[in-house]
């Protein structure tokens, strides 16, 4: 199947029809490799460990963000989003959807303005909707692993 009729297929799925298209997700794959996962997990066995873990093998660089380690993947921790010093190009969110607008309002108020991206299952429309206003590219209840599976070679 063609990469981005998978993407489109995937965008589908979704739950939010406003989620950027199949070509503006290629082109920020392509160029975003900074990375701050908010809620990266300590543990191995969970989906907020193995996909961050997996986009450090595309060669992303993922910067974990969690206020209960203090390494993660081989990284420094930082408690908060905002304690991180550096510009990202991407804060993909492992949150559950009652704590997500928080980490969106935080995204959205840095100088460098990423990409924000909820995964899967997690959902905050009001400060979605306000990120979106503002000229965000902000991507919610989606994959990232699975869209990243259809877009990169394995």
Not at 43 to 55: S, T
Not at 79 to 107: H, K
Not at 109 to 122: D, H, K, N, S, Y
Request: some cysteine; overall charge negative.
């Amino acid at each position: 199947m063609d990469p981005l009729q998978e993407v489109r297929s995937l965008l589908a799925e979704s739950s939010d029809p406003d989620n950027p298209s199949a070509e503006e997700l290629r082109a920020l794959f392509q160029k975003a490799w900074h990375m701050c996962v908010v809620g990266l997990s300590r543990d191995p066995a969970k989906i907020a460990r193995r996909i961050p873990a997996y986009m450090a093998t595309k060669g992303f660089d993922v910067v974990p963000i969690n206020p209960h380690a203090d390494r993660i993947l081989g990284k420094p921790a930082y408690a908060r989003l905002s304690d991180f010093p550096d510009p990202t190009d991407i804060v993909l969110v492992f949150r559950p959807s009652a704590e997500a607008g928080v980490v969106v309002r935080e995204a959205a108020a840095r100088p460098e303005a990423p990409a924000i991206w909820l995964q899967e299952g997690i959902v905050a429309h009001a400060e979605v909707r306000e990120a979106r206003d503002q000229g965000l590219l902000v991507v919610q209840d989606l994959c990232s692993y699975r869209i990243l599976r259809a877009l990169l070679p394995l």
